[in-house]
Every structure is written in structure tokens, then in C-alpha cells.
Nanobody
Framework: QVQLVESGGGLVQAGGSLRLSCVAS????????MSWYRQAPGKQRELVAS???????NYADSVKGRFTISRENAKNTVYLQMNSLKPEETAVYYC?????????WGQGTQVTVSS
């Protein structure tokens, strides 16, 4: 049974930091890209950052220089370090894992940034 368990969300003041984690278990296929998406109320889900199995990263323009994605392949874990958070980044953050078989989504973790 595949599970993606996210943690690290919460309430933070503007300018603060949070670190999200996502552990993927039960996946027997090769994991290629691991990503973080977010969805704010009334908006479409958007890609925040992704990282390939080889460590190549990609970021949304809005988070470049503030967010850092990383992964531990041996632990099937992906992280998102978020610094200098802004109120408009309040959203549910989702982990996404793409394997050679199919992709999976996590259940999401709420991030709320107060002004």
C-alpha cells in the first residue's frame, strides 16, 4: 500500500520559515521526480518545486531564492525548506511523486502565513 505522508505545516508569521517533509512508503517502482505543489483557496494547484532523482531542481519563479527542495533517495523522502514566507503563500501544500509506473499525491499539509 502506497502512502505519502506529509508533515511540517502549520501557522507562521510573515517572514518566518517552515520545513515540510514527505515520506513515501510502499512504492516498489523507481521514483523519478519528487515535487511540492500548493493550492490556495479558490485557486488552481500550482507547482512550487521539483527535484529529479539526480538532484536537478526546478522552482516556481515566485519562490526562487527563498525555498529549497531536497531529497534523500534512500529514505524516499523529499523536503521543502521555506524561508521568508508571505501571507499570499497560505495554501495546502501537496507532495507529488512520479514513478516509472504512475504518480502519487499526498493528502496535503496546511501552511498558514499570518500578516
Amino acid at each position: 500500500q502506497v502512502q505519502l505522508v506529509e508533515s511540517g505545516g502549520g501557522l507562521v508569521q510573515a517572514g518566518g520559515s517552515l520545513r515540510l517533509s514527505c515520506v513515501a512508503s510502499g512504492i516498489t517502482y523507481r521514483i523519478n521526480v519528487m515535487s511540492w505543489y500548493r493550492q490556495a483557496p479558490g485557486k488552481q494547484r500550482e507547482l512550487v518545486a521539483s527535484i529529479s532523482s539526480g538532484g536537478v531542481t526546478n522552482y516556481a519563479d515566485s519562490v526562487k531564492g527563498r525555498f529549497t527542495i531536497s531529497r534523500e533517495n534512500a529514505k524516499n523522502t523529499v523536503y521543502l525548506q521555506m524561508n521568508s514566507l508571505k501571507p499570499e503563500e497560505t495554501a495546502v501544500y501537496y507532495c507529488h511523486v512520479a514513478t516509472t509506473l504512475r504518480p502519487w499525491w499526498g493528502q496535503g499539509t496546511q501552511v498558514t502565513v499570518s500578516s
